[in-house]
């Protein structure tokens, strides 16, 4: 699952428009490399005027903070693969905040898929046949050992 959760001033992501739009393509980003896309979670939070500061002082045009959290896959500990996927989050929120001007920043968490479920389910391993399956159906189904036996960490 990834969870995204963000943060901005209250003047900008003012309609379901504007937030389907840069959810869909944070949706995408995972989707193109298998996810099931019912896995992207984004929460667009307004902060009033007054509830945001950065560096001591209430920004002075629109800002955006996002936090992400990374349970389903789990990057190699490499700078290479590290700048490769933010390069893509970068792709993916260029149209919606910086070709708008907007100031921003985000960091991403990974972590531990033991404690994670959905609907009750404990997740299927990445890539897996049952996997695939919750893609296709894009909901969380029982899904048997054998759908799990063919996959790559």
Known sequence: MPLWVIYHTP???LDDASKQELAKDITSFYTNVGLPAFYAIVNFIPLPAGSLWKGGEIPDKPFVRMAVDHIAVRLDNSVEE??????????????HIADKGYDYEYHIDETERGLWRIDGFIPPPFNSDAEKEWAR?????P???DKIENYNH
């Open 11 to 13: 003047d900008i992501f």
């Open 137 to 141: 159906l894009n909901k969380a189904v």
């Open 82 to 95: 590290y700048n490769r996927v933010t390069e893509l989050v970068e792709k993916a929120l260029k149209p």
């Open 143 to 145: 899904y048997t050992a």
